[in-house]
T-cell receptor
């Protein structure tokens, strides 16, 4: 069973506009959430994270929102730039799980058009 | 470069052969993780080490898979009697036990089993 889901496999957005990526989870024990970005032939790179005690975290152009009651989080990228074109993964972890292993969603491929 | 490194980057093998991958984590990190990513999916947790101790293994890790981290530094992942279903990207990540969850990923080893 997929505990973390990204229901949109792809997203196309115009340069300068907002990109909104969504992620849903089912495991209520998850208490820390991360977004990673992945370019082809490279490993995932960390973007931004949020603890379950918060509902928003912002870092430059990237903002993550968490709605615990809906078990939903989103990543907003404003403004989108062509260099943001990549696959974005949502990940979650449970403080009680050994090693804080990450459970990933299936990814959303973002294309930012100049 | 002080990031996570993996070797080889690509491996093509015939079904039934054994393969071994190496991961060198960031030097001060005492936790090391292995993940597997198949096409169109997010990374899936395989196993993790804290120093030299292997503390958790996923049920995805069949008996044909074995991982070691003999001196608490680099790690190896061996797959015996490879099958076509083993074809995937094998990702290594590391972090410090003091850091909640951000894991730093290497570039991965892409395995193709013919």
């Amino acid at each position: 069973d997929q505990q973390v889901k990204q229901n949109s496999p792809s997203l196309s957005v115009q340069e300068g506009r907002i990109s909104i990526l969504n992620c849903d989870y089912t495991n209520s024990m998850f208490d820390y959430f991360l977004w990673y970005k992945k370019y082809p032939a490279e490993g995932p790179t960390f973007l931004i994270s949020i603890s379950s005690i918060k509902d928003k975290n912002e870092d430059g152009r990237f903002t993550v929102f968490l709605n615990k009651s809906a078990k939903h989080l989103s990543l907003h990228i404003v403004p989108s730039q062509p260099g943001d074109s990549a696959v974005y993964f949502c990940a979650a972890s449970d403080a009680g799980a050994a090693g804080n292993k990450l459970t990933f969603g299936g990814g959303t491929r973002v294309l930012v058009k100049p | 470069d002080t990031g996570v490194s993996q070797d080889p980057r690509h491996k093509i093998t015939k079904r039934g052969q054994n393969v071994t991958f190496r991961c060198d984590p960031i030097s001060e990190h005492n936790r090391l993780y292995w993940y597997r990513q198949t096409l169109g999916q997010g990374p899936e947790f395989l196993t993790y080490f804290q120093n030299e101790a292997q503390l958790e293994k996923s049920r995805l890790l069949s008996d044909r898979f074995s991982a070691e981290r003999p001196k608490g530094s680099f790690s190896t992942l061996e797959i015996q009697r490879t099958e076509q279903g083993d074809s995937a990207m094998y990702l290594c990540a590391s972090n410090d036990v003091g850091a909640r969850n951000e894991q730093f990923f290497g570039p991965g080893t892409r395995l193709t089993v013919l």
